[in-house]
């Protein structure tokens, strides 16, 4: 069996958005698992030496705006560039997405109705009513809400943060297949190629 993607991501960055769906259909047409696994940014950015938006240059936070309306053109993906609640804390989100998976079941839907709420629909993710709207939408169970605050799964979160820095992880979204790395949603092509 080929080895699977492993994919590091922010449930509220943009470029993991724009590069959820196309991971997850390159996983399909190659036949191999896709695991997710949410991160938190201060953990990548410490180890990787990136900042926080706000704290960066005007011209780097001028032009990530310039390419946030380039790659949603260039995808069909609509964006909402200033959404009402970004930055978020996304760590309820994040830790329900790990209970549904400890669980054993595909997380994927409820990955990317989360990462909507943020980008297209004004919603935040912080909140227990967005989270649990979404279980509810992608017909899970909002018991999995209250799991997210479980030791185990505040646990498995540590250990995606650790899994990222042993794998090198200092943006997202990364993937890794076998023992090489692709960083950014533009790198998918080389993840494609390197299933092939």
């Known amino acids: 069996m080929p080895d ?36 938190r940014a201060a953990d990548v950015w410490e180890h990787g030496g990136g900042v926080p938006l706000a704290k960066r240059p005007k011209a780097r936070q001028e032009y990530r705006m310039a390419e946030l309306k380039r790659w ?23 830790r329900t997405i790990i209970a549904v998976q400890d669980d054993g079941k595909d997380a994927s839907a409820l990955i990317e109705t989360l990462m909507g709420d943020v980008w297209l629909h ?26 997210a605050d479980l030791p185990a799964i505040a646990g498995i979160y540590d250990a995606n943060c650790q899994a ?5 992880i200092f943006g997202v979204p990364s993937y890794v297949v076998g023992s090489e790395l692709f960083w950014g949603q533009d790198r998918l092509d080389f993840v494609d190629r390197a299933l092939s």
């Open 4 to 39: 699977p993607i492993i994919h590091y991501f922010f449930v509220q960055s943009p470029w993991s958005f724009f590069g959820f769906r196309p991971a997850v259909e390159i996983a399909r047409k190659h036949g191999v698992g896709i695991i997710h696994k949410p991160c």
């Open 72 to 94: 949603s053109a260039h995808l069909g993906i609509p964006i909402n560039l200033q959404p009402k609640f970004f930055p978020v804390d996304e760590t309820l989100a994040a």
């Open 122 to 147: 004004e919603r935040d993710i912080a909140e227990p009513q967005t989270v649990r709207d979404a279980l509810i939408k992608c017909d899970l169970s909002a018991e999995y809400l209250e799991n």
């Open 164 to 168: 990222a820095r042993d794998h090198n």
